[in-house]
């Protein structure tokens, strides 16, 4: 009997392998080295084979200089982000921001999960671009690439000074999250939000929290991102629900369900992202499906192929996150009839760019009035 060709993914991971980027030389095939690296299951099931060991997280120093990130893209609310960490330890199997490790020689399967790279000083390089005399204010979103919020986040704490500068300065922020790690940072939130400088969207894929666990398997559970939209919403801080991915065929199903769930938490407006498999990400989602919902494999792939023009992804503007076609169509009108229904607004909250100030740095003479 031989190992199979693509072995059981490592505890709470969500990528089932880690195949080598597209930018390398060389091709790695997984196989038993005859030790017994890929040995059967003692459970009985003679076609058993274990999980190899599951890779511990590993964190290096991302020495970028700034941290600020702009884009012109049409598709997107704002023209300036953050992230604090390349890569993310929440795995989720149809990350569309995998294929960015290959840019760092990594793979976009497993490496993208263990193999990190975080922004120490990320505070500290955000004090100084908000300082430099052409900077203009506008929102700076977080959580657009990576989650600020990721596990390793409780170690480090990083997202915490950046908002401290940002309140400092008055500056206003949007924050994307699938964790329920932001709670952490209600207080500091809440006074932002008190001078209209902070909104936070929690983003829900599914309320079932079986398969949440199996999709995102070191985000935080559904039930837990709900409490945090009540936790927010309690504290005055402007919240949002988004419905992302939208998984034709494997989570669409609940659309409605997560929008009352959202609806009865607090949040006051939602969207939602129809999901779409860049690069290596069609792969690594194709076999975790194949792992995960056999049964289902073939028909969620072709319902995502109905929303991308035939495709996986679609890089186009003005439909990257909706779809095309008649498919797509249904989805955006169910979400719309159920978000009016509840009171939900697509309209993205007003933050204010007027108070932005720096502060006064240590040593710096007071400005006469």
């Known amino acids: 009997m031989s190992p199979p060709s693509n072995p059981p993914p490592p505890a709470r991971r969500g990528a089932l392998s880690n195949p080598d980027g597209r930018y390398e030389p060389v091709r790695h095939e997984v196989e038993d080295d005859g030790w017994g690296t890929l040995a059967p299951r003692d459970d009985g099931d003679p076609d058993g084979w274990g999980p190899l060991p599951a890779p511990e997280t590993r964190v290096e120093v991302d020495a970028s200089r700034s941290v600020i990130s702009r884009n012109t893209s049409p598709d997107v609310p704002f023209d300036r982000s953050l992230n604090l960490y390349r890569g993310c330890e929440h795995g989720c199997a149809y990350c569309y921001a995998r294929p960015t490790h290959a840019y760092l020689g990594l793979s976009p399967g497993l490496d993208f999960e263990t193999r990190l790279f975080m922004k120490p000083d990320a505070a500290a390089l955000l004090d100084a671009e908000l300082r430099k005399p052409g900077y203009r204010p506008a929102p ?14 409780r170690r480090f704490g990083l997202m915490r000074h950046v908002l401290e500068v940002l309140s400092a300065f ?3 922020v949007t924050i994307t999250t699938k964790s329920a790690m932001v709670e952490r940072d209600a207080d500091i939130l ?8 902070a909104a936070v969207a929690l983003s829900v894929t599914t309320l079932d929290r079986d398969l949440a666990r199996r999709l995102e398997p070191r985000a935080s559970p559904p039930a837990a991102r709900v ?8 504290a005055g801080v402007p919240v949002s629900v988004m419905v992302a991915p939208v998984i034709p065929g494997l989570t ?21 992202i129809v999901v779409r498999l860049p690069g290596e990400v ?22 995502i192929g109905a929303v991308r023009g035939g495709q996986a992804s679609s890089a186009r503007f003005h439909e990257r996150m909706t779809g095309t076609g008649a498919e797509a ?4 009108r169910r979400f719309a009839v159920a978000a009016r229904r509840l009171g939900l607004t697509k309209r993205r909250y007003d933050l204010d760019c007027t108070r932005f100030a720096p502060p006064p740095r240590p040593g710096d003479q007071l400005r006469l009035l």
């Open 190 to 197: 809440a006074d932002m939000a008190a001078r209209d400088l």
């Open 140 to 153: 700076l979103a977080i959580g657009t690439n990576t989650d600020p919020y990721q596990p390793v986040e």
């Open 227 to 234: 409490r945090a939209v009540r936790t927010l919403a309690a």
């Open 329 to 332: 169509a249904l989805l955006s």
């Open 282 to 303: 069609e792969g690594l989602f194709r076999d975790w499906l194949e792992a995960h919902a056999p049964g289902r494999a073939r028909r969620v792939m072709s319902r």
């Open 170 to 172: 008055h500056h206003p």
């Open 252 to 272: 669409d199903p609940e659309i409605e369900r997560i929008l009352e769930a959202a609806a009865e938490a607090g949040a006051r407006q939602a969207d939602y």
